[in-house]
């Protein structure tokens, strides 16, 4: 199972069934670091230093950060979804199909979004 860090906009939902799926999920408020605004980079920094992939909703920036430094633990962008449970399935299902996470951007798009 994966090693995840959920940042902080990353619903406590999905990471509560990410947990039950058997993944290692650390939140933002698991590492005392929730309301401080730290930036992008920062997260995706303490990530690394954790060997855990960033699971997030905000693509548009954990993309770029990708292109930037290709080398980190994983990224995982998300779409977001009410449903948690199949959320958290979609992603333990994603992760599944990669084995190593190592470098690797994954796009976990909700059903409805994936076909328009």
């Known amino acids: ?4 860090y959920a940042d902080e906009h990353y619903p406590i939902g999905i990471t509560l069934h990410l947990r039950q799926l058997g993944h290692d999920v650390l939140t933002v408020q698991d590492a005392g670091q929730a309301g401080q605004k730290i930036p992008d980079p920062n997260v995706l920094a303490f990530a690394i230093a954790q060997n ?3 699971i997030t909703l905000n693509r548009k920036d954990f993309i770029r950060l990708h292109r ?7 990224i995982i ?4 979804d009410p449903n ?3 959320l958290a399935r979609r992603v333990d299902e994603a992760i599944a199909n990669e ?3 190592y ?3 994954i796009r976990v ?3 409805s979004l994936a076909s328009s």
């Open 1 to 4: 199972m994966a090693s995840l």
């Open 52 to 54: 855990r992939a960033v």
């Open 68 to 74: 930037l430094q290709p080398e980190h633990a994983g």
């Open 77 to 80: 962008v998300c779409t977001f």
């Open 84 to 86: 948690w449970e199949a």
């Open 99 to 101: 084995g190593s996470l």
């Open 103 to 105: 470098g690797k951007l």
């Open 109 to 111: 798009v909700r059903p």
